[in-house]
T-cell receptor, first 116, second 115 residues
Framework: DGGITQSPKYLFRKEGQNVTLSCEQNLNHDAMYWYRQDPGQGLRLIYY???????QKGDIAEGYSVSREKKESFPLTVTSAQKNPTAFYLCASSILGSPSVRGELFFGEGSRLTVL | AQSVTQLGSHVSVSEGALVLLRCNYSSSVPPYLFWYVQYPNQGLQLLLKYTSAATLVKGINGFEAEFKKSETSFHLTKPSAHMSDAAEYFC?????????????FGKGTHLIIQP
């Protein structure tokens, strides 16, 4: 079955350590996104990518980094510069096309990061 | 600034009662509108979307939403609530000519179903 796989589902790290969250999709989608979810805050866009080897900052990119070396993969690194990294992270993908089509995001199951 | 507002962080209804979740957006140009549902510790799933073809949009699980340009609203409704509808619901908007790609999400409404 096609879909988006995020790993790990739960992750605990000590303060000051970098952490990389994995996101793989087999939907053959061009666009991929990372969102951060905090209770009562909705989803906020961290980074997005529309093509291999290219990505753009979203609304809250500070303290995060990404890469897009393959179409299927879009890993997110939460660096030690991120002041408050404890959150639920969601990866999504979509096909490129009209704005309405781009809005049809397919989400992974999420990764919950807790910094101790 | 363009924004999405969901009225009520929590909505509680009895099983069998009408469900109404409110969403308003701020934009002078009608955007593309979406409703997503999220079950605990899972990703989001698309419920329905408005693309200007029809103002009343039907989605999955018996949900529907009506786009009202004059009220800049896109409220989500379901005639009869089921226990399985308990989840978090997000209104999302793709603004025309927006800067960054992706959607702008509301803060979500937690739907509670009372037996």
């Amino acid at each position: 079955d096609g879909g988006i796989t995020q790993s790990p589902k739960y992750l605990f790290r000590k303060e000051g350590q970098n952490v990389t969250l994995s996101c793989e999709q087999n939907l053959n989608h061009d666009a991929m996104y990372w969102y951060r979810q905090d209770p009562g805050q909705g989803l906020r866009l961290i980074y997005y990518s529309q093509i291999v080897n290219d990505f753009q900052k979203g609304d809250i990119a500070e303290g995060y980094s990404v890469s897009r070396e393959k179409k299927e993969s879009f890993p997110l690194t939460v660096t030690s510069a991120q002041k408050n990294p404890t959150a639920f992270y969601l990866c999504a993908s979509s096909i490129l096309g009209s704005p309405s089509v781009r809005g049809e995001l397919f989400f992974g199951e999420g990764s919950r990061l807790t910094v101790l | 600034a363009q924004s999405v507002t969901q009225l009520g962080s929590h909505v509680s209804v009895s099983e069998g009662a009408l469900v109404l979740l409110r969403c308003n957006y701020s934009s002078s140009v009608p955007p593309y509108l979406f409703w997503y549902v999220q079950y605990p510790n899972q990703g989001l799933q698309l419920l329905l979307k408005y693309t200007s073809a029809a103002t009343l949009v039907k989605g999955i699980n018996g949900f529907e939403a009506e786009f009202k340009k004059s009220e800049t609203s896109f409220h989500l409704t379901k005639p009869s609530a089921h226990m399985s509808d308990a989840a978090e619901y997000f209104c999302a908007v793709r603004f025309s000519g927006g800067g960054a790609d992706g959607l702008t999400f509301g803060k979500g409404t937690h739907l509670i179903i009372q037996p």
